[in-house]
């Protein structure tokens, strides 16, 4: 199946610092990807859908101007987590369509201290 | 607007058959997908059904009735490594059919 990258891993930032996280379509062209945000034991939750060359599409009670997307490429989009404090300490996934299948990245476990 | 219902969790030993149920509701239906989730990993695709029947991969199977707006995933012959969290999902016409929503996942526990 087709591979999507997302990067860092694992961060762990001091509050009022941003952190970028980078998901990037390795095999396919991307227009279109998806971040997700992961509780402990929860479900996925949609935070925004990141078009290639405008504006992200943000879910309702995600905010915008903490959740910088940027959807520069084909193959990539990032997620800038600005101001971060503990609360959005959290698992966040990127995703990706090749035809009718999605494929997510590895996920990003970031801490916020 | 959409939402899907599956158990939250579901045990069973090795070597038996599971069956994890999710039912949905959507303003337009455009398939039902099936991810393995793993504590700590991401999601990973394992079946997709558009139209009504089942489809087999190995030791899984998923089904689809799409007049009952039911489906099913099947786990076979299972294994320790089965253990994990398995969700359904759709894409529907508010969605524009581009996004995909959740369900709130079914965890599998799976003893020896």
């Known amino acids: 199946g087709a591979v999507v990258s997302q990067h860092p891993s694992r961060v762990i930032c001091k509050s009022g610092t941003s952190v970028k996280i980078e998901c990037r379509s390795l095999d396919f062209q991307a227009t279109t990807m998806f971040w997700y945000r992961q509780f402990p034991k929860k479900s996925l939750m949609l935070m925004a859908t990141?078009?290639?060359?405008?504006?992200?599409?943000?879910e309702q009670g995600v905010e915008k101007d903490k959740f910088l997307i940027n959807h520069a490429s084909l193959t990539l989009s990032t997620l800038t987590v600005t101001s971060a404090h503990p609360e959005d300490s959290s698992f966040y996934i990127c995703?990706?369509?090749?035809?009718?299948?999605?494929?997510f990245g590895q996920g990003t476990r970031l801490t916020v201290v | 607007g959409q939402s899907l219902e599956q158990p939250s969790e579901v045990t069973a030993v090795e070597g038996a058959i599971v069956q994890i149920n999710c039912t949905y509701q959507?303003?337009?239906?455009?398939?039902l997908s099936w991810y393995q989730q793993h504590d700590g990993g991401a999601p990973t695709f394992l079946s997709y059904n558009a139209l009504d029947g089942l489809e087999e991969t190995g030791r899984f199977s998923s089904f689809l009735s799409r007049s009952d707006s039911y489906g099913y995933l099947l786990l076979q012959e299972l294994q320790m490594k089965d253990s994990a969290s398995y969700f359904c999902a759709v894409r529907d016409r508010d969605s524009g059919y581009s996004t995909l929503t959740f369900g709130k996942g079914t965890m599998l526990l799976v003893s020896p």
């Open positions: 959507t303003s337009g239906f455009y398939g």
């Open positions: 990141s078009n290639e060359g405008s504006k992200a599409t943000y």
């Open positions: 995703s990706a369509r090749d035809g009718s299948l999605a494929f």
